[in-house]
């Protein structure tokens, strides 16, 4: 597949912006394809919906935005609400398990996993929930390769938490090994 | 291309060409979306041997820009929507005197507070006309990070060689985005004329025979001079009205309008056989460029142009451009404002729609295919 629509949503603070750029920096600096990262996001640095896209593609990206998401990731029960229904057929909607109880009725893979836990678990901290779930994302969609999006990672963090980030990642990475989809099996 | 390869957003990408195009004054006061200009340039400026200051407010910021330009300096400001409209007494200060500055205005939705964090295309007659008078003004806006990057370049240059302001009109959706780059590793860079005669002798509003741009002497290097925002003779007193007044007023607007032809910079798909064509500037164009590839993949005869300066408006290259169609359709995220121009530039030769979205989303290549969808059926 050589064009990716990505959406990542939740909100404010979560840090869904970072792994957006995360994410497109992995595939833009890393394995030399083309990436457009946009955001949308209200006026509180906190709370408020957030909204972070990637395309990733092999050719030049015009229109930057996402339509038809390949992969959404949901990180509150309004995103999975609002945006569940926009998910390209056999796409993948990855949900965080604690924060979205109520699954859309949709023909894609849902993968329901418990992001914000596994990061307490791991780190005692939430706030690398997005790591794990960029580490989640990636393995079950190999959207780009562990590899780089670990390099992408720790060129993006603030120093002094490379340990915590790469643990969360990997966090990430072992949640996908044991993640089972919730529904029907999708196109792909 | 073996240039250095970055990701980074239209905002960086501002900061980091206004860094290579010399630039060692920045004053500002920081709002969304225009905000990591500012930031970065508070983190970058400084340690290439520059300077970095937070006004008490857009007003201050403006005059800073402006007394950092009178004394030699590079200048430039960032802003949006609710700054840029405080900014427009000293654009028009820095219009009259011929002080080089860059002003870079992020659009947001407005008018007012507006909606802070949403793209919009609604400043592009304020950018040419929201300071009092007849002036001057170049207006560019870039549809990507590597345009940015080239466009604040060009900024500069622009400003530096006509001694005028020079507006980068960015949207929000080309501030905030970020796209893979390749920093070039050639830039030309232009420097403001300076005067070859001795202090004494030195007219600061004086062209050189056979120029309209007068050389311009750094405060501080021993040439003393009045800068003043009534209308000045050569030596920069202030003067009455009458003829004298009339030529200053014409020699700076001329200074634009005779360049007309080299401050054009448009992008042109698919147009020679086309029937409809799709007109847009800015973050829009990236839209009307899938659209436009979009319906000829199936078989429309629909090209695509796009400009990068939007004042002064190239009405002759459009016209040029739009020769052989019968439609010109121009989305932006306003409620019409260059199509009035389109409108102007193409009289009588073809029909001019407007395309208006203004709910603080981008237009989407899906919406401008069902128009022209409508207008060829």
């Known amino acids: 597949m050589s064009y990716w629509q990505i959406r990542l949503a939740g909100e404010g603070g979560q840090g869904l912006i970072l792994a957006g750029i995360i994410l497109a920096e992995a595939a833009a600096i890393h394995e030399g394809k083309n990436a457009v990262q946009t955001q949308s996001y209200g006026p509180e640095s906190r709370g408020g919906a957030s909204k972070s896209e990637v395309i990733i593609s092999d050719d030049e990206i015009d229109y930057p935005k996402v339509t038809v998401p390949d992969v959404l990731l949901v990180m509150t029960q309004v995103a999975c609400d609002k945006y569940a229904k926009d998910i390209a057929r056999g796409g993948v909607l990855i949900v965080d398990a604690g924060l979205v109880k109520r699954l859309p009725d949709i023909d894609a893979k849902v993968v329901a996993s418990p ?74 | 291309m073996s240039g250095e390869v970055r990701f980074m957003q ?136 590597r345009e940015t990057y080239d466009l604040t370049i060009w900024a500069f240059n622009i400003s530096e060689r006509l001694r005028v302001p020079v507006i980068l009109l960015l949207d929000e959706i080309v501030a905030h985005m970020r796209e893979k780059i390749i920093i070039p590793e050639e830039v030309s860079i232009e420097v403001r004329p300076s005067p070859t005669t001795p202090p004494g ?39 009455g009205k009458g003829e004298k007044a009339e030529h200053l007023l014409r020699r700076i607007c001329q200074k634009v309008e005779r360049r007309r032809a080299e401050l054009v910079r448009t992008q042109v798909e698919n147009c020679e056989d086309a029937e409809l064509i799709i007109f847009s500037y800015g973050a829009t164009a990236r839209s009307a460029l899938r659209a436009s590839r979009n319906l000829r993949g199936r078989g429309y005869r629909v090209g695509f142009a796009k400009t990068s300066v939007i004042w002064p408006f190239p009405a002759e290259a459009l016209r040029e451009i739009a020769a052989g169609a019968h439609t010109v359709l121009v989305p932006e995220m306003n409620l019409g404002q260059l199509v009035l121009e389109v409108e102007r530039a193409l009289l009588c030769q073809c029909q001019v729609l407007s395309y208006s979205r203004v709910d603080g989303e981008m237009i989407t290549p899906d919406e401008i295919e069902r128009r022209v969808l409508e207008v060829l059926s």
């Open chain 2, 10 to 145: 239209g905002n960086e990408a501002c900061a980091e060409a206004a860094i290579r195009a010399g630039l060692s004054f920045f004053a500002g006061y920081p709002i969304t979306p225009s905000t990591e200009i500012a930031e970065s340039l508070a983190d970058r400026l400084p340690r290439v041997g520059g300077t970095f200051i937070q006004m008490e407010d857009e007003i201050a910021s403006m005059a800073a820009v402006i007394g950092a330009s009178l004394t030699g300096a590079k200048a430039m400001t960032a802003t949006s929507g609710p700054g840029f409209s405080l900014k427009q007494e000293n654009i028009g200060y820095a219009a009259l005197a011929e002080v080089p500055c860059v002003v870079v205005n992020v659009q947001r939705m407005g008018p007012s507070t507006g909606l802070p964090t949403s793209p919009a295309q609604g400043d592009v007659m304020q950018a040419r006309w929201g300071t009092h008078g007849d002036h001057p003004i170049v207006v560019l806006s870039p549809s990507s990070v």
């Open chain 2, 201 to 239: 002798e030195y007219l600061p509003y004086a062209p050189l025979p056979g120029s309209d741009i007068p050389p311009m002497a750094a405060f501080g290097d021993g040439y003393r001079y009045h800068v003043t925002g009534l209308f000045h003779s050569e030596s920069g007193m202030p003067i």
């Open chain 1, 115 to 188: 992001i914000t836990e596994t990061a307490i678990a791991c780190s005692g901290k939430a706030i690398v929930a997005n790591i794990v779930a960029l580490g989640l994302l990636v393995e079950l969609t190999g959207v780009v390769s562990p590899g780089a999006c670990e390099k992408a990672v720790l060129a993006r963090v603030p120093p002094g938490t490379e340990q915590l980030n790469k643990k969360a990642l990997e966090a990430g990475y072992a949640l996908a090994k044991h993640a089972v989809p919730c529904q029907r099996e999708g196109g792909r």
